[in-house]
């Protein structure tokens, strides 16, 4: 246990957060342990879906069981949570075992996918869970099934009962054979500029690594959490009623009420992309994605960011809601 630890270089923003307490969590039989009594008010995966504001009261459990294991040796597997996402993407694929290729290069651990149900380019991490495993505070260990986990659109239990539950594994099916999914964003696209035809997963994984790589800023450089709202969904009246102004409005169709608008247009309609000031704004090549263009404060983000939803609320009737998560308190 560590006091006052600066939380500033295990969060992809780069934001500075001192931690009143700190725990690193290298072994699950830490958790029965004295220092578990206290529900903690971070659980902290790599950083890479948060706003930390100034100080993290309490204490913060930084996740870092980590591991690999084939269950049965054909495409079921069971991760530790601290395992870095990618590594465990790429390693499904070099051992022939495909389905998560369009989840590639989604930065942050294992143990964290499944609190978001994070999702890229037509597909979501809840396709592939069985089960997760959790330390529940005052409970002890349990097993979760998907049911259990009321995985929705970058949405679950553990988001919406934030400290509840600390992930310590979740377990992976990619035994059944899907089909590729090829028509979401630009991979059709990529693997024909790439004279593709008949795409393979590592190809189609190589497709979505270069669409990433060229849309996205590296947060290593300018800091960032990558989508920083969901993509809101609006009655098909409304959307209907924005159709007559903005001919070019883009939907995905829900059901038969609702539809969902790709947020980044919005903000980019609304003028701000590219906006902000010298610390913070929207990345100048997609404005769904809200930079730390250096020396950034949590409450920075947080204020441009209400800045960004009033705009978008005044101009569309459209409400943003952050897909991000902010914990802390400000000076
Ligand atoms: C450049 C960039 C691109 C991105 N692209 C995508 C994308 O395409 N799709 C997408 O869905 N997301 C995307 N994200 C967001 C982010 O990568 C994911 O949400 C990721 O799952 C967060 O993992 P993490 O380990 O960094 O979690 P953290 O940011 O550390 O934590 C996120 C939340 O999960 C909780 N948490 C973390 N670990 C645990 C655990 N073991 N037990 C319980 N709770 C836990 C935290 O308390 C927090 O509430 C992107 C982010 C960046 C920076």
Redesign the pocket.
Known sequence: MREGVNLQRY??FGLPAIAERYLALTDVGQLSGEAFTEQPA?????????VLLERIPGLTVH?LLSGIESTDGNGRFRVR?GTD?NQFVRYTLERGCPGMENLIL????V???P??N???YGAEVAEFITAVH?WEYGKGMVELTPEDCAFGY?DSR??RE?GR????AVDFNLSERRPLKLEYGAIAEELERAGITDPTPRDVANAVTHIRRSK??D?FFLG????FFKNPVVERSHYGNLRETYADLPAYPIDDAYVKLPAGWLIDRAGLRGAGNERVGTYERQALVMVNRGGASGGDILAFSRHVQETVAEKFGVDLEPEV?V?GNQD
């Open positions: 969060n992809t971070l659980v902290l995966g790599g950083g890479s879906n948060l996740v949570a996402w989604i930065p942050g651990t143990g964290a996918a609190v978001q994070i999702g890229a959790a970058r553990f988001k934030p539950f600390l992930i310590t996205l800023p947060w960032n959490s990558g989508s998560q914990v």
